[in-house]
């Protein structure tokens, strides 16, 4: 008995094993075969590609497009993220303006003085505490040792740890000042190589490089904060000249010597027109006021 095996190819075809039956058809089996594999291995210029070929083709294609756009995004977050830290934060107080009160994202305290410019980055306080000042400001540092703090004051560096202290960089002369009220400052120039240590009541100057140190005797060099003036005979020319820094008035003596004169009353607060008022009726003078500058002369 002959055995007969049978085996379909794509087109349906049968064939058979080497036993036959006489009258079964004879089949080229090579040919059979040879036409298998080429259906199989069927190029896309000849026809059309397999199926799953052509399937897994488009999932990677679709893979490839979805890394792209993925890395794009973090990117894109990556650096939106670092402009938003970067981002500059400024505070300005005009001439009319004074005693404005900043609270840093350390808990640092600023407070700050008429035409002044505070800033500093919105990732202050994350890896250093630094800030730039033109003006004039008082501070109040909260301690961090692992982090100075450290102002930008033109043509010198400010840094302290925990402390409280005054700097002023609109000074006529182009002096940086900085008083310093509880702890250590150190004062620089720009390059870091001259520097002094400020103590408490001491106050330090830098202008082009050279350093300087002295102990402050003015009783009223915080008035503008305090808004306190206070002084044993001191003549007018003095408390003048603290006037116009505290109080912003403008006082011109038409006579010249109406500023020998000598001052022992306290200025705490009052008023402009209050304060030109109590002068005027201490020394028996007049005065006229045009804009915001007061003339003073003798009856």
Known sequence: MTEKMNVKDY????????????????IDVDR?????????????????????????????KIAAALLVITGLGLAGLFISDRKLLSKKISVVTDINSKNLEV?????????????TVLSYRSNYGKTERKLSLSGEAFFEIMADHGKAFTIDAGKAVVKAVGTSFNVITSNPD???EVFVRTGKVLLSDNSGNNSILLDPGYIGTMDSGKPLKSLNRDPNYMAWNTGILVYDGQTLDIVFRDLK?????????DDPSILKETWTSPINNQSQDTIIRLICYSFNLGYTK????YHLSKR
Do not use: C
């Not at 087109?11 to 004879?26: F, N, V």
């Not at 820094?245 to 003596?253: D, F, Q, S, T, W």
């Open 103 to 115: 609270t840093l994202p350390d808990g640092s305290i600023a407070i700050l003085n008429r035409g």
């Open 174 to 176: 182009s002096q940086v």
């Open 290 to 293: 045009e804009g915001n500058t």
């Open 32 to 60: 059979a075969w040879n036409s298998l594999l080429a259906r199989i291995n069927e190029s896309p210029v000849s026809g059309t590609p397999a199926a799953l070929p052509r399937f897994s083709s488009k999932l990677l």
């Open 245 to 253: 820094r505290v109080y912003n008035m403008e006082i011109i003596a």
């Open 11 to 26: 087109s349906g075809m049968e064939y058979y094993g080497p036993g036959r039956h006489e009258g079964d058809r004879i």
